[in-house]
């Protein structure tokens, strides 16, 4: 098992745009294996590669109905029906607000050696997917807020103990937010 560090919300690896993954070897199955292990370890359903500092486009994912990873992902919005809930990031931690999502998406990437996968997704896990797929493009829930709420967070966030310390790493569960995890699943 090995957790990495996760990085937060300040790091410029957040805000840029992910390599594709061009090499379906050992290394791509070590940093897959480090996501799921971090991300369960911090309580999460979905984590992206450039939040533990790796530039390439991989994600992985479990809501507890659905656990697996996704290389190289695509979705396109299936019908036009929303959702709005929770959403938080484990690279913001403490900061949780109501986000707009598509409800239903059909991804698709490749595994871990280089298989299509292709998926119809609903709900969390759709939510799970659009999350993930927005951080590989450098983009962060914060970004898909209302103004208001955009606002609200920014301000928690500057208020926030790791952000008024400059931490843009850390440990994991070194801060001990005692918040949920994204998406309203916490331990």
């Given amino acids: 098992m090995t957790i990495q560090p996760v990085r937060l919300f300040g790091d410029p690896i957040l805000r840029a745009r992910a390599a594709e993954v061009t090499e379906f070897d050992r290394e791509l199955r070590q940093l897959v294996a480090d996501l799921i292990d971090t991300m369960h370890d ?44 929770p959403e938080g990031c484990l690279s913001i931690p403490g900061v949780r607000y109501d986000t707009r999502r598509a409800l239903r998406v059909r991804a698709s990437g490749f595994d871990v050696d280089g298989a299509p996968i292709e998926f119809a997704a609903e709900g969390l896990l759709a939510r799970c997917v659009q999350h993930e797929t927005d951080h590989l493009d450098g983009v962060l829930f914060l970004d898909r807020l209302d103004p208001a709420s955009r606002k609200e967070a920014m301000r928690t966030i500057r208020e926030s103990d790791w952000f008024t310390a400059g931490i843009t790493v850390r440990s994991s569960r070194a801060l001990g937010t005692g918040q949920a995890g994204p998406f309203g699943r916490g331990r």
């Fill in 42 to 85: 911090d309580g999460g359903v979905g984590m992206a590669a450039p939040q533990i500092g790796v530039g390439l486009r991989v994600f992985v994912y479990d809501t507890g109905d659905a656990a697996g990873h996704l290389v190289n992902p695509t979705y396109v919005v299936e019908g036009e029906e929303e959702q709005v809930g």
